[in-house]
């Protein structure tokens, strides 16, 4: 199973809460900036509260990227010490983009989100109407550009990991029915095509 790290890269995004992550395994590493020596109260208690999963990196040195570098050795680290890593930066530093698209061409999940409730996994859980389950997995799939997947099965294995492997296979399948549905996808035997240009 793999393990969820979300790297916060503090001096960029500043979230207000951490309630997205109830009842969701994550480890969570917040990146400060050498000038940030204060978090706002109800932050650090959610991340107290997450217990050994969380935990602060203070950046001692100053620069233009100091905490992106930071980032990036972390999850260089951390994809060394854990195969099963599957890594979601939080930052609206688009800067990031080109490491995630490296990241995957060494078969390093890895993707970039600008808050924390936009975690695909996060954003659409079981609860979530179908709708907008389909709309969940579609920003996930254009976000891997070349990388996504071309068969039917690859395609709901795909799914099934931005719902942390909980669907069962008959609203996998009912998932994939609607990506075609409403024009997202096409399937010609066991070949998907995409077409993402109604995406909302």
Not at 41 to 56: I, P, W
Not at 78 to 90: E, G, Q, R, T, V
Request: hydrophobic share 40%; charged share 20%; aromatic share 8%.
């Amino acid at each position: 199973m793999k393990t969820n790290y979300l790297l916060i890269d503090y001096e960029n995004v500043q979230p207000k809460s951490l309630s997205a992550l109830n009842g969701h395994p994550f480890r969570v590493v917040v990146f400060l900036g050498a000038n940030q020596t204060k978090v706002p109260l109800d932050f650090a208690r959610a991340l107290q509260a997450l217990g050994a999963n969380a935990e602060y990196v203070q950046i001692s040195g100053r620069g233009p990227n100091a905490v992106d570098f930071h980032i990036a050795f972390t999850i260089g680290e951390l994809s060394k010490a854990d195969p099963n890593a599957y890594f979601h930066i939080i930052s609206g530093d688009t800067g990031f983009d080109p490491l995630v698209a490296y990241l995957r061409t060494k078969g390093i999940p890895a993707q970039r989100s600008e808050a924390v409730a936009d975690v695909p996994g996060l954003r659409a859980s079981n609860a979530t109407p179908q709708e907008a389950k389909a709309q969940a997995i579609v920003r996930n799939l254009v976000s891997r550009g070349s990388g996504r997947p071309r068969k039917v099965r690859t395609l709901s294995n795909t799914i099934n990991a931005i719902f942390q492997k909980s669907l069962a296979p008959s609203e996998l399948a009912s998932l994939v029915r609607e990506l075609e549905r409403l024009g997202h996808i096409s399937i010609e035997g066991e070949h998907v095509s995409y077409r993402f240009q109604d995406m909302p």
